[in-house]
Structure formats: structure tokens, C-alpha cells
């Protein structure tokens, strides 16, 4: 059986934990954040004395105090990464603090730089969203097919289609190569990728083939009782169809 001092000295040595930069120094994620573009505040933590369950966030002026609330842990636990998303802000510069409840004082203090992006000044200037239409969009109508899409901080614009062909067994399609034609309507090219079946035990590279097999566009215009609608438009194989979709309202 341990002894009471070397008890106590393990529980000092957990407490020890709380000073997060024994581990590594806190970071901001990405390193080089650009306006409106998620951020995460990435800690190296003890798994035992950090309680994600507790953690919340709140912005005051420019400053964005993590919220958390130790556990007192006799024997220190395993070194973990620990992401805490704080948003997507404007260009600006900030500060972000890590505070412990039980004390209320900040144990960590990092500033960082949101970035405007910079846009080219030409006429007629290059489009771009001024929303982010990221989501899993659908046919209210119709389920069991579906398109994801992801939007990145530069505009660029990633989708997924999932359907079904003419025997009803599922196809995906993925939406790339694309570009804004104006803040509302982007268009690209449609790809079928085919690769190893998922339950192969290897994977073999050699087997992937992406085909450029027609195109798509999608137009995110609003009008009045119409939000979160917009028109999906594709060419497969000379097959052309349109539909309206509608973004799920995933909370």
C-alpha cells in the first residue's frame, strides 16, 4: 500500500496539470486565421484533471475566456490534445484565456490575429460568397439522397453527392473544380471516383479512378419565406436534373 507521502506527492503532481504550457504551449488553430474562419483553442491537458464536460466559452470585448472546472485527481492522468472551437470572427486582434472556475483566475493567456482576406481590386472584381452555405442539403420530398457541403475560409466550395442510379444501387458523385460566378451561384465540374470496396483488408491505390462525368451548379438566392432553399442543377452522363434542396437545420 503507498504510502500518505507519496500520495500527496502524486496528487501535487496532478495538480501540476493545471498549468497547461508543462505540456505544451496553447495554441490557436489554424496558426494564421483568416476572417470568419473557425477557430479552435488547442491544449495539451491531463485526461484526468481536465474536465471537457465543463468547459464552455464567452467573449468579452476581444478577449474569449474558456470556462472549466478541475477534477482533483489523486494520480496524474495520460497527456491528451484537447480542441475547444471558439467561433469564426471578424479581422481583428484577440486574446484568448483559459480560466478555472474554482479559483477564477486565468491560467493561460495567448493573442492572436484574425486576418482580413485580401481581395483583388479589379473590375469587374472577383465574386464571392458573403455566407456560408456549408451544410447537409437535401429534397424535402425525396429522402435517402442527400448533398454535404463544405465551404473553406477562401471560398472554396467541396460537395458530396449521394443518390442512387437507374438499378437503385448508391453512387456518389463529388462536386469540385469550381468557382463563384456571382455572390450567390457557383459552378463546377461533377466527378465519380471509384477505388478499393471498403471492406478490402488493403487498399490499393492503383484501383482509384476519378471521372469527370458532367457538371453542377448551385444557385443559394433567397427570396422572402424561401430561406435556407436553394436550387441544385448537375449533368450526369447527358442526364440532366433539377431539384430544390433544402439546408437540414442540424443544431
Request: net charge negative; glycine share 8%.
Amino acid at each position: 500500500m503507498p504510502s500518505l507521502s507519496l500520495i500527496a506527492r502524486a496528487a501535487a503532481a496532478a495538480f501540476a496539470g493545471l498549468s497547461f504550457s508543462a505540456f505544451a504551449v496553447p495554441q490557436i488553430v489554424p496558426a494564421e486565421p483568416v476572417a470568419l474562419e473557425r477557430l479552435h483553442l488547442r491544449l495539451t491537458v491531463d485526461d484526468c484533471v481536465f474536465d471537457k464536460d465543463t468547459v464552455g466559452v464567452e467573449l468579452r470585448e476581444r478577449t474569449l475566456r474558456v470556462h472549466h472546472r478541475s477534477r482533483q485527481c489523486i494520480v496524474p492522468g495520460a497527456p491528451e490534445v484537447v480542441d475547444i472551437l471558439l467561433g469564426a470572427l471578424p479581422a481583428g486582434d484577440y486574446a484568448a484565456e483559459l480560466v478555472d472556475d474554482a479559483s477564477g483566475a486565468a491560467s493561460e493567456r495567448i493573442a492572436f490575429r484574425v486576418s482580413a482576406i485580401a481581395r483583388t481590386l479589379q473590375f469587374p472584381g472577383t465574386p464571392f460568397p458573403v455566407a456560408d452555405y456549408s451544410g447537409l442539403w437535401a429534397a424535402s420530398a425525396e429522402p435517402g439522397w442527400g448533398l454535404s457541403l463544405h465551404q473553406g475560409a477562401y471560398s472554396t466550395l467541396f460537395g458530396a453527392l449521394l443518390v442512387f442510379d437507374r438499378v437503385n444501387q448508391p453512387q456518389w458523385y463529388t462536386l469540385q473544380a469550381g468557382r463563384w460566378i456571382t455572390a450567390t451561384r457557383w459552378t463546377g465540374s461533377l466527378v465519380r471516383s471509384e477505388g478499393s470496396p471498403w471492406s478490402s483488408a488493403v487498399y490499393v491505390p492503383d484501383a482509384t479512378h476519378y471521372l469527370v462525368v458532367g457538371s453542377a451548379s448551385l444557385d443559394f438566392r433567397m427570396a422572402p419565406g424561401q430561406e435556407d432553399k436553394a436550387t441544385l442543377s448537375y449533368t450526369i452522363e447527358g442526364q440532366n436534373v433539377t431539384k430544390t434542396i433544402v439546408r437540414a437545420p442540424l443544431r
